[in-house]
């Protein structure tokens, strides 16, 4: 028999600038520890009504199916995939990173035919390489805010490609929301994703989706059942909705979690806490060149919340972070694919977006390199 | 635009007795609480590992492949169905309540062929109905405890006739792990799954799972793709085993709270739990029969976690239940199916299965009945 039961969890306090989970509120985790209620309970639902709303707010839309999922952000991409194609469907995906390739997969497992526009890693897609594609396709995905490499996509111009191919529109901004400006109505986005644990500076578990009128329509008319049981929408949108039927017991202090993490960016106001995130990002940048470190992005299209910097020339990656982590007791991100080992990645997210944390990580950088 | 944010949520205390949330250990959620960990953080990998270890001694098993899933108790379903199931496999599923009826469907989702062997609600399945199936199945399908009756389904016999068929033994122990003895390892279980929100006294949000080397091998066979990229087991075992290659971002904090359960159960001893959930119940037996009220489940197949208790007639079931919640800030649960109307739900789990606990159940049913 081993040693257990281990001692109670004490980790140590870190100072989370990686790709996520970010910096979390206080409040946020005060928020988890409060009383545990039944998932009908009058007084949950009403909170559940209430995240509808706030999450409504964050995503600038009006759509009724809105909502967390029961999961991390790869259940939302996952919930959104599955409920939106249907094996045989035709698919076009723009990848530039993992979560793109990552979109293509979930796609492909959900029976579709999935049609590839490649981009390179550290830039944005060309709409125009998306355009040429032509033909018909069920849904154009596309990452937003691509984790793997610091990239914003511009989506202005995605609805009026989506309408030429006539496909939904999908997007995945679990690292863009409540970051950058994310306008799912005037966009013309048909579903989205997003995660807790970026820039709503709330613990993984859940994953906030939203889908469009159209969506819906197209959900509602599927020919066969969603694949997954415990991600079909035309199940759980029940339970969220007007006839709260029992689906799966909704994990409640979460999403305690999660309405107080809506609460405390609404307050702030998305435009404020965009430009927060942007002029800490800059400030970022500045003090990165300061230390002749290079950025991988261009500057008009780099994601504020998360940078994506070189690792110079003869410098060992791993021993760079392992030493930040514990004589800093900061985590930064390292590097996915061709990125790997040549690449950190800074995250300046939620309540991380600030420049006493800009600054901690300068100097943790600057004393590990020397 | 609605007044929001709205103002910090402050959920009213209520005493769980339904089906779940049941009672949360209060080290529970202060666990929940703590600073969050980067989901690579060397940290964050040896509480991993420490909750890999808990969580077999709970499921008495040795079985490597023992891990919690990042969703609630139907995640955990999910997760073993899609898994060890693949399109054209016969499934045999015993279903005598909701939880049997839901293995049934997300077999058939999975593509199985599902075989179904139905029993009467509020009873055990009889083994000979199983056995009399006779034939060839990749899988037996079974529930533990049947949370909408409160039924216990003897195992002992299970291996024997899961050999017969051929098949993987597959048990759902959502209600009844860390309340009734579980013994994955000596009923020869090759696949189970529970959930936190239960005997453990956890928040929902996690899906402990077990395979067996057996189902392990099944899965390494598999000819085609897990159909969800989230639940797959071959993708994400690679996370919480040697290699941790990333897969999805962790829920963090959950798994601090299913840490400190886990230290909980294992603190007080599996035989003594099992032994305090039995002693506990049979104080709301006799107090329950004292009040007149009479149980939907023979004695012998009652599961000590969940009590099914027959509405009286002319009583009404929501207007009683409304009044404990109401005015005793006491949930106690409706019934489903054949037993929505006219069946409670007691539950008497983890840290509500205490003779105060029934007390207060017996003296608010005493009130509101009048």
Redesign the interface.
Known sequence: M?S???????????V?M?P??SV?EP?V???????????L????LE?MD?VR??LR?VFRTDNDLTMPM??????G??TVL?NLIEPGDRVLVGICGVFGQ?MA??AS??GAEVVKVEGEWGRALDPDALRKVGGSFKALCLVHGETSTGVLQPMEEMRGIADELGALLIMDCVTSLAGVRVEIDSWGVDAAYS?T?KCLSC???LAPITLSPRAQHVLSQRKA???????DLTLIGSYWGEERA?????????I?GL??A??????EGLEQRWARHAAVSQHLYEGLGAQGLELRVPREERLAPLTAVAVPEGVADARVRAAL?KDHDL?IGGG?GPMKDNTWRIGLMGAGATKAHAELCLSGLRSVLG
């Open positions: 081993p257990i039961p281990y001692p109670t969890v004490h980790p140590p306090t870190r989370l990686g996520g989970p979390m409040s985790l005060n928020a988890m520890g409060r009383p545990t209620l039944g998932h309970d009058p007084a949950f909170i209430e709303v706030m707010a029961s999961g991390t952000g790869s259940a991409m996952e599955v990552r997969e979930v497992r959900a995660g644990q613990p993984p578990g059942k969603v694949a997954s049981w415990y991600l029992y689906h799966h017991t909704a994990p409640i202090n979460a305690y309405h107080e809506l609460r405390v960016v609404l307050e982590l985590e996915l």
